[in-house]
């Protein structure tokens, strides 16, 4: 086996579920169990200034270089330690599939869960090569601990070889990137790196420079209620209010219909009845100016509301969340997209640069001043228990970013 799976099966036994809910930094305090591990490993391998942040849960680690180049930069690369919300990450029971055949994958039998190829038709690229699944109880854990697990294999690869060149490295591992909080109280002076690469991506080849703008909206309507007997003229029905502010958007618009730069309106939740009704609502675009329309859009619809029931009926707050990141790498394309590019084409991988239609810790931190595109890390179907990851796959992370901190010293 090799290291970075093995390291990728300790690590996804450690529960790091983040919560939305808590109102704290970290969000859960489980996250900690593998920053722990991660600064007791660094430790060991010999990292230079490794710092665990006890508050915040941030782990920094510096990889000192080999070789001294005129005008030297330090690249970075981060992963964050955190799993989705949507699925459990508690119990992990992951089993590795080799020598895959291309047919649908029977993840639990007894409760008939299939990872079926008709559902999931790129996990056919695949066939001949190992992949790692869950029982189809839980998440597995990829998103990002694949990212974490390749970081580290980088680490101990460059610390135990001194004979490769290279200029000086940080290392950096969040929390909470999957509530949006990952960079909240990440200290860019304590990291000190000139730019980096954010290691959570999916497929192989993927090479993301461009993510969603993105901001939550809550909208909050207010109702009338009374007896249904003598409800006419005077009930306002905050419930069926609420089903007509989502009618006056964009029904194609939404994330099933939706794909690659193409922006959305998605109600994630939706509860409430007469008296009170609350939707939330993530907005999405590549695009900052059709962004900024699509905020003004639920604006509109909430005063077209007002109007018609009177004034105060519907409510809608918008927070902005991060913006697309390729405005601050630009700049620097060449420099860091080109090469990591370049990279891959040497070590007979296509790559595959995509919008992200998401966002990464890197979309905050490129307008924090840290440019930071996004490399893939080997898994798919994030977030659910139909998540897996390709052994090979992670093992080609590890090349690229061995090779990508090479490259920075010629």
């Known amino acids: 086996m090799s290291s970075v799976t093995e390291r990728f099966l300790r690590y996804i036994s450690i529960d790091t579920q983040s919560s ?25 391998l010999g990292a230079a200034d490794v710092t665990y942040d006890k508050e915040h849960c941030y782990i920094y680690a510096k990889i000192p270089a080999t070789c001294n180049v005129k005008g030297q930069k330090t690249v970075g690369f981060i992963s964050h330690m955190d799993t989705s919300p949507e699925t459990s990450g508690q119990g992990v029971k992951a089993r590795i599939i080799e020598n895959y055949d291309g047919e649908d994958i029977t993840l639990n039998a007894s ?15 695949y066939v001949g090569q190992s992949l790692i699944v869950t029982d189809g109880t839980t998440l597995l854990g990829a998103d990002d601990k694949a990212g974490v697990a390749e970081i580290m294999t980088l680490a101990e ?18 929390p909470d990137e999957e509530i949006g ?21 999916g497929a192989l080849g993927e090479l993301e420079y461009e993510t969603f703008n993105a901001a939550s909206a809550e909208v909050t309507i207010r109702g009338v209620n009374v007896h249904t007997g003598s409800a006419k003229g005077v009930m306002i ?9 989502d009618q006056l958007l964009p029904a194609e618009e939404r994330p099933e219909f939706t794909e690659g730069r193409e922006g959305f309106f998605h109600l ?21 100016s059709i962004f900024e329309k699509r905020k003004g859009l639920m604006l509109e619809a909430a005063k ?9 009926v519907v409510s809608v707050s918008i927070e902005d969340s991060y913006y697309n990141m390729r405005e601050k790498i630009e700049p620097d394309f060449l420099f ?48 659910g228990r139909y998540e897996y990851c390709c052994v090979e796959s992670m093992e080609k992370s590890v090349a690229v970013l061995i090779k990508l901190a090479e490259s920075f010293a010629e």
């Open 304 to 312: 077209k509301l007002n109007l018609k029931y009177g004034e105060g």
């Open 237 to 245: 029905n905050a419930a069926r209010i609420g089903a007509e502010f």
């Open 268 to 288: 994630g939740s939706i509860e409430g009845g007469v008296e009170e009704a609350r939707l939330s609502y993530l907005i999405r675009d590549h695009d900052r």
């Open 336 to 383: 860091l997209v080109e090469k990591a590019s370049e990279v891959m084409k040497e070590l007979g991988i296509e790559p595959k640069i995509q919008p992200v239609r998401g966002g990464t810790d890197g979309s905050r931190l490129s307008f924090m001043g840290l440019p930071c595109p996004n490399l893939f890390t080997g898994g798919h179907n994030f977030h």
């Open 20 to 44: 939305e809910d808590s109102g704290k930094s970290p969000s859960t305090d489980k996250q900690h169990d593998l920053a722990r591990v991660l600064y007791e490993e660094l430790l060991q």
């Open 111 to 125: 409760q008939g869960i299939v990872l079926k190829v008709d559902t999931y038709p790129e996990i056919k690229d």
């Open 181 to 201: 909080n990952g960079t909240e109280y990440f200290d860019i002076k304590k990291f000190d790196a000139d730019f980096a690469y954010t290691v959570d991506g």
């Open 157 to 174: 690869h460059l610390l135990t070889h001194p004979e490769i060149q290279h200029g000086p490295i940080a290392v950096a591992f969040t």
